[in-house]
């Protein structure tokens, strides 16, 4: 089992690097804050408030969150996330899963849970996962850990572009204050805080391109890979 560890924080292009990554190792490719985002989306559609932390973590339990290839889907989508069955792909992307899901994803009955069900996703073998403490907790064994990262008003713009190609009108100063307070509330939170793992390699993408991030992963994972092998 390899798991290749990325971390970092919203918008930093982590995703985009990991789904390009996975795809040259041909590794699995695993998302993790879409199961955040299911717990936040379901609280929502139960009328469940957001910051009643037992209720939300019993929610948590009872939630049947799970990832499909997108198969033939042609919206634009890199995966079918679904919940109890439901295909929720888009609605884990609104605005109000957005200001909701920090919330969250701080408390730690709700961590414990999602971590679990990581971890099992990791033993499914060749794995590229994404998140914010897969390399500090949820796979500290992993040969190789990324700190993917981005100036805020770079991130900003890649999140508002993002919203613009969903057709969501949205104010761009109302995307940096956001992305400024989402930093705060995930660097400052009391369980697995996001920082760089120890050993952790720092890559910042400012102004640089996905293939271009990628490349220098290939580099260091080959130096990785002959120390596995
Ligand atoms: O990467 P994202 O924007 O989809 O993450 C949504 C939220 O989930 C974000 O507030 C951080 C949180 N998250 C987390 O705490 N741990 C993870 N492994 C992944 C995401």
New binding site residues.
């Given amino acids: 089992m390899t798991v290749i560890a990325i971390d970092g924080p ?2 930093s292009g982590k ?1 985009t690097v990991g789904r390009m990554l996975a795809e040259a190792l041909d590794y699995l490719f695993l ?7 299911a717990v936040t989306l379901a609280a929502l559609w139960q009328g469940i408030d957001v910051m009643d932390e037992t209720a939300v973590t019993t929610l948590a339990h009872t939630l049947d969150i799970d990832i499909q290839p997108a198969g033939t889907a042609t919206d634009g989508r890199h995966y079918t996330a679904l919940l109890n069955g439901q295909d929720v792909t888009w609605d884990l992307r609104t605005p109000a899963v957005d200001a909701n ?2 919330q969250v ?1 701080q408390y730690l009955g709700v ?1 414990q849970e ?1 971590v679990a069900r ?1 971890r099992a996703f990791g033993q499914r073998g060749h794995v590229v996962m ?5 390399g500090t907790v ?1 796979m500290t064994d992993a040969p190789l850990k990324l700190f993917i990262t981005a100036s805020p008003a770079e991130r900003a713009r890649r999140r508002w572009r993002d919203r613009q190609a969903q057709g969501h009108t949205t104010d761009y100063d109302a995307i940096l204050a956001d992305v400024v307070r ?1 930093d705060g ?2 660097s400052g939170r009391e369980h ?1 805080p996001l920082r760089p793992a120890a050993g952790a390699v720092v890559l910042d993408t400012t102004g640089r391109p996905p293939e271009v991030i990628v490349a220098e992963i290939l580099a260091q994972f080959s130096v990785v890979d002959d120390l596995l092998a």
Wanted: charged content about 25%; glycine content about 8%.
């Fill in positions: 919203a918008a995703s998302d993790t804050g879409f199961m955040y985002r899901v920090s994803s961590r999602m990581q994404v998140g914010r403490d897969i949820v989402r509330l995930d697995s």
